[in-house]
């Protein structure tokens, strides 16, 4: 599944981030987060959300094969990971980040967990 976020109705409230990274790394922190809103300073007063598309660039950059499709996401098989970046360098959104301490990287797996709790329902799964 992927999801789609309208930006002019995010709050910027940060709890999808929160949530992602309870749901995927088992602790609310903002910086494991597949997910990140921040203020876009070409609209004052608005948002910019970065998050995957579920493009497959990503995959098709990878040496290791180590991101698969997944349904209508790409996972990342961290075990096969490399951790060379090649799949940040590629994705045209900068929406894979690294993982805060090591060079693995944070994609979005398709969840939608995101969008179950954004209280100005500006994320939806599509």
């Keep these: 599944m992927a999801i789609k976020v ?3 109705k995010c ?3 940060h709890i999808c981030e929160m949530t992602c990274s309870l749901v995927n790394y088992g602790e609310s922190n903002t910086k494991k987060s597949a997910i990140r809103s921040v203020e876009n300073k070409r609209k004052i007063g608005t948002s910019k959300v970065i998050y995957c598309t579920q493009c497959g660039l990503c995959a098709d950059k990878c040496p290791t094969g180590a991101i698969k499709k ?5 996972i990342i098989e961290e075990e096969i990971c490399i ?5 940040r360098d590629v ?4 929406a894979i980040f690294a993982f805060p301490g090591s060079d693995r990287p944070i994609k979005c797996s ?3 967990e ?4 954004c209280p100005a ?3 939806n799964i599509i």
Excluded: M, T
């Design 121 to 123: 329902k500006a994320i």
């Design 110 to 112: 398709g969840c939608g």
């Design 11 to 13: 709050a910027n409230c």
């Design 70 to 74: 997944c349904g209508k996401s790409w």
């Design 83 to 87: 951790g060379c970046g090649l799949c």
């Design 91 to 94: 994705c045209p959104r900068g």
């Design 114 to 117: 995101c969008a179950k709790v």
């Design 6 to 8: 309208d930006e002019d």
